[in-house]
């Protein structure tokens, strides 16, 4: 008996009970679908923050701000001349920052220098902060991937870098890159060329002497005024949608010794006038470390604690992350199987059903020569075909589905966080393993059916009527 | 040497603690071409024993050997093919799929059988033409009447040219008429095809006259073995 013989008697059989076979296969469509929608949300979810935690280098990535240590010796303390109970603010400067950098495990160690602005480009304005970028970074993600411009050239390069998010909540795309879900109207696209190149407005806020005198801070009046600083665009960075590093997609991005041209109040300034300290040893708020491999994490971190510093890291909750991950993915896992088995009880029903129907048409069938294997077959078939239109009708379901709830999710969150998001990671790899799983599962299910049927005696199925 | 060779055949069961018999030291032999019938009255063993010379059951003492072989003793595999090649059974109820055409039915045997698929259809026409169902060949059995249903039920028996033919009471569910024209049928194919055919009936004028050989069985053990010469 050939497999197009059995396909073809198979397929007879379903044919004959159409909506038995319908309904069958739509519930393991509903099955797998489901399964296939959960696997493929908990990707993309997983997905898209590991990329934006990756382009924002948060897994290598630590920021360390001052705290008690001995002043005399910071940068080579490690732990070992702590002095806990000097309350001295750490002058994180220079020397200190230099010497953290010099440690074996540590690739990369700059001061975080920012500045909060308004950026106006073409007509549009938004709020961000200047941050300083050393030219060393050119090097480290975000900044090593820049497929659209170019890095820095020089410390002291007039030019910025912006984010392409950041130029979204301006409601400005890039020409071919116009994914537009949530922005709402009045979107402006422009071509790459165009942009890159283009002179944007730092606003930023001064001293103003002038205003000393007529200022009323009782009235919210202060002696401050705008300062207008004119950059050109060399570059364009995508954090993705979860950036969270010392890279955020809200910053816009200057070389370390190019920002001081931009002139700017230091809020940092008024606490020390405040405190009488302006001849402080600590001229920078904090600090970015960025260690060479993960697994230097934390202990970097440890020493950065044992200097007196306050550090931060989201690499260091790694293991925590993953095992969200796992967890959000067993959790739609069991779901998905939980369909799956209700599925795959209804295959087993449906089959168990078309014993009891065929039972004498399988005596007949063995009558005439019908081996044991080759009626399994028929049944293996039967399931296998049901399995692969539910899969198939399942696998396209899911991919309807997760493209609308990604679509009414991107209106929805996409005003919030400036981008879209692919919320469903649907893969051909996963259409296929789908589809592949749910004929295996379906043949599995045919198992014990198949075998009753095969076991049916022939004299005892012909001697019913 | 005989065709089908049936020696010291018993068949039991069991009611409770009592064991029956429901064949009894059956022997007798069918030479190739022989008309043979099998005659007794209900719940005699006839259709036990076509059963077991059909390999449908083969939880019998004794042996009834086909071709040399002893098929009690056969494999499931050895059944299959011998269901397959050797035998060809006809039922007093037709047993033809209902949700097949007449043609389709006919080509099932031929599926199992791996015959060329190219060929099914031509052969499966050729047999119904030769029982004069040709107009009927895609007309499903409820279509049909009982002399039609039992024909389509003969081709199929044929489809994969067995050297036995076994009938089970072919004739039992239909008129006198269209019996004749089903006894008939198989007498031709008997002796224009030199097809062994193994009838069991209950019309023993019949069986008598047709037969080359009567078999009558009576609770479960033989009777009588008549032979006629020019059936």
Same mark, same amino acid.
């Given at each position: 008996?050939?497999?197009?013989?059995?396909?073809?008697?198979?397929?007879?059989?379903?044919?004959?009970?159409?909506?038995?076979?319908?309904?069958?296969?739509?519930?393991?469509?509903?099955?797998?679908?489901?399964?296939?929608?959960?696997?493929?949300?908990?990707?993309?979810?997983?997905?898209?923050?590991?990329? @934006?935690?990756?382009?924002?280098?948060?897994?290598?990535?630590?920021?360390?701000?001052?705290?008690?240590?001995?002043?005399?010796?910071?940068?080579?303390?490690?732990?070992?001349?702590?002095?806990?109970?000097?309350?001295?603010?750490?002058?994180?400067?220079?020397?200190? *920052?230099?010497?953290?950098?010099?440690?074996?495990?540590?690739?990369?160690?700059?001061?975080?220098?920012?500045?909060?602005?308004?950026?106006?480009?073409?007509?549009?304005?938004?709020?961000?902060?200047?941050?300083?970028?050393?030219?060393?970074?050119?090097?480290?993600?975000?900044?090593?991937?820049?497929?659209?411009?170019?890095?820095?050239?020089?410390?002291?390069?007039?030019?910025?870098?912006?984010?392409?998010?950041?130029?979204?909540?301006?409601?400005?795309?890039?020409?071919?890159?116009?994914?537009?879900?949530?922005?709402?109207?009045?979107?402006?696209?422009?071509?790459?060329?165009?942009?890159?190149?283009?002179?944007?407005?730092?606003?930023?806020?001064?001293?103003?002497?002038?205003? %000393?005198?007529?200022?009323?801070?009782?009235?919210?009046?202060?002696?401050?005024?705008?300062?207008?600083?004119?950059?050109?665009?060399?570059?364009?960075?995508?954090?993705?949608?979860?950036? @969270?590093?010392?890279?955020?997609?809200?910053?816009? %991005?200057?070389?370390?010794?190019?920002?001081?041209?931009?002139?700017?109040?230091?809020?940092?300034? *008024?606490?020390?006038?405040?405190?009488?300290?302006?001849?402080?040893?600590?001229?920078?708020?904090?600090?970015?470390?960025?260690?060479?491999?993960?697994?230097?994490?934390?202990?970097?971190?440890?020493?950065?604690?044992?200097?007196?510093?306050?550090?931060?890291?989201?690499?260091?909750?790694?293991?925590?992350?993953?095992?969200?991950?796992?967890?959000?993915?067993?959790?739609?896992?069991?779901?998905?199987?939980?369909?799956?088995?209700? @599925?795959?009880?209804?295959?087993?029903?449906?089959?168990?059903?078309?014993?009891?129907?065929?039972?004498?048409?399988?005596? *007949?069938?063995?009558?005439?020569?019908?081996?044991?294997?080759?009626?399994?077959? *028929?049944?293996?078939?039967?399931?296998? %075909?049901?399995?692969?239109?539910?899969?198939?009708?399942?696998?396209?379901?899911?991919?309807?589905?997760?493209?609308?709830? @990604?679509?009414?999710?991107?209106?929805?969150?996409?005003?919030?966080?400036?981008?879209?998001?692919? %919320?469903?990671?649907?893969?051909?790899?996963?259409?296929?393993?789908?589809?592949?799983?749910?004929?295996?599962?379906?043949?599995?299910?045919?198992?014990?059916?198949?075998?009753?049927?095969?076991?049916?005696?022939?004299?005892?199925?012909?001697?019913?009527? | 040497?005989?065709?089908?060779?049936?020696?010291?055949?018993?068949?039991?069961?069991?009611?409770?603690?009592?064991?029956?018999?429901?064949?009894?030291?059956?022997?007798?032999?069918? #030479?190739?071409?022989?008309?043979?019938?099998?005659?007794?009255?209900?719940?005699?063993?006839?259709?036990?024993?076509?059963?077991?010379?059909?390999?449908?059951?083969?939880?019998?003492?004794? +042996?009834? &050997?086909?071709?040399?072989?002893?098929?009690?003793?056969?494999?499931?595999?050895?059944?299959?093919?011998?269901?397959?090649?050797?035998?060809?059974?006809?039922?007093? &109820?037709?047993?033809?799929?209902?949700?097949?055409?007449?043609?389709?039915?006919?080509?099932?045997?031929?599926?199992?059988?791996?015959?060329?698929?190219?060929?099914?259809?031509?052969?499966?026409?050729?047999? =119904?033409?030769?029982?004069?169902?040709?107009?009927?060949?895609?007309?499903?059995?409820?279509?049909? +009447?009982?002399? #039609?249903?039992?024909?389509?039920?003969?081709?199929?028996?044929?489809?994969?040219?067995?050297?036995?033919?076994?009938?089970? #009471?072919?004739?039992?569910? =239909?008129?006198?008429?269209?019996?004749?024209?089903?006894?008939?049928?198989?007498?031709?194919?008997?002796?224009?095809?030199?097809?062994?055919?193994?009838?069991?009936?209950?019309?023993?004028?019949?069986?008598?006259?047709?037969?080359?050989?009567?078999?009558? =069985?009576?609770?479960?053990?033989?009777?009588?073995?008549?032979?006629?010469?020019?059936?």
């Amino acid at each position: 008996m050939k497999a197009s013989d059995i396909a073809i008697l198979a397929f007879y059989n379903l044919r004959r009970n159409t909506m038995r076979t319908i309904l069958t296969s739509l519930g393991v469509a509903v099955g797998i679908g489901s399964l296939a929608a959960m696997i493929s949300f908990a990707q993309g979810i997983t997905e898209n923050i590991s990329l @934006s935690m990756e382009n924002n280098d948060i897994f290598t990535g630590l920021t360390a701000t001052s705290r008690a240590i001995d002043p005399d010796d910071p940068g080579s303390s490690r732990g070992t001349n702590i002095l806990s109970q000097n309350k001295e603010e750490v002058p994180l400067n220079d020397s200190v *920052i230099s010497g953290i950098g010099e440690w074996n495990e540590v690739a990369i160690a700059f001061p975080i220098v920012s500045k909060p602005a308004t950026i106006q480009l073409a007509g549009r304005s938004v709020k961000a902060s200047l941050k300083a970028v050393p030219m060393e970074m050119g090097g480290y993600p975000p900044f090593i991937n820049i497929t659209r411009g170019r890095f820095f050239k020089s410390a002291d390069e007039p030019r910025v870098i912006v984010s392409r998010q950041m130029l979204q909540q301006m409601k400005i795309l890039i020409e071919g890159e116009s994914d537009n879900v949530g922005l709402g109207g009045d979107v402006l696209v422009l071509p790459l060329d165009s942009v890159i190149g283009k002179e944007l407005t730092v606003v930023t806020r001064v001293f103003d002497v002038s205003k %000393f005198s007529t200022a009323n801070p009782r009235k919210n009046e202060l002696p401050l005024s705008n300062e207008y600083t004119s950059l050109r665009i060399a570059g364009i960075i995508d954090n993705g949608a979860f950036s @969270s590093g010392v890279f955020n997609s809200s910053d816009v %991005f200057i070389p370390s010794k190019a920002i001081d041209y931009v002139p700017c109040i230091d809020l940092r300034s *008024i606490y020390d006038i405040m405190d009488g300290k302006i001849d402080s040893k600590n001229k920078y708020g904090s600090v970015h470390v960025r260690v060479k491999e993960h697994r230097n994490l934390k202990t970097v971190k440890f020493w950065l604690e044992e200097m007196g510093l306050q550090v931060f890291s989201v690499g260091d909750k790694l293991d925590d992350i993953e095992n969200l991950f796992l967890m959000l993915d067993s959790i739609f896992a069991a779901v998905g199987v939980i369909a799956l088995v209700v @599925s795959v009880l209804g295959i087993v029903n449906t089959l168990i059903m078309a014993i009891y129907e065929r039972r004498k048409e399988i005596g *007949i069938m063995k009558s005439l020569g019908g081996t044991q294997f080759q009626i399994k077959l *028929i049944f293996y078939v039967e399931a296998a %075909f049901i399995g692969f239109v539910g899969g198939v009708c399942g696998v396209a379901g899911a991919k309807l589905a997760s493209q609308a709830a @990604s679509s009414f999710a991107n209106t929805q969150i996409g005003k919030i966080i400036g981008c879209n998001l692919e %919320f469903f990671d649907f893969s051909w790899t996963l259409a296929l393993a789908a589809i592949l799983f749910s004929v295996v599962v379906s043949v599995l299910a045919s198992v014990y059916p198949a075998n009753r049927a095969a076991s049916i005696d022939p004299l005892d199925a012909l001697r019913r009527e | 040497m005989a065709l089908v060779k049936v020696s010291n055949l018993c068949k039991t069961y069991y009611k409770g603690d009592n064991k029956i018999y429901a064949l009894r030291n059956i022997n007798f032999d069918v #030479e190739e071409g022989e008309f043979v019938s099998i005659v007794g009255k209900s719940g005699s063993g006839k259709s036990t024993l076509l059963n077991l010379l059909g390999g449908m059951d083969t939880t019998a003492e004794g +042996s009834v &050997s086909v071709g040399g072989v002893n098929i009690l003793t056969m494999s499931e595999k050895q059944l299959s093919q011998y269901r397959k090649f050797t035998v060809g059974m006809i039922f007093q &109820s037709f047993n033809l799929i209902p949700s097949r055409t007449a043609i389709d039915n006919v080509k099932l045997p031929l599926i199992f059988s791996n015959y060329p698929r190219r060929l099914r259809e031509t052969r499966a026409c050729e047999l =119904l033409y030769n029982m004069g169902l040709y107009n009927r060949a895609l007309h499903y059995p409820s279509e049909l +009447s009982g002399g #039609e249903a039992q024909r389509v039920a003969i081709a199929r028996a044929l489809a994969n040219k067995p050297k036995i033919i076994l009938a089970d #009471e072919p004739t039992g569910n =239909l008129d006198t008429a269209t019996s004749a024209e089903i006894i008939a049928l198989l007498q031709m194919f008997n002796q224009k095809h030199h097809i062994t055919i193994v009838m069991v009936t209950h019309d023993k004028e019949t069986a008598g006259r047709v037969s080359h050989k009567t078999v009558l =069985l009576s609770d479960g053990e033989i009777i009588k073995i008549s032979t006629n010469p020019n059936p």
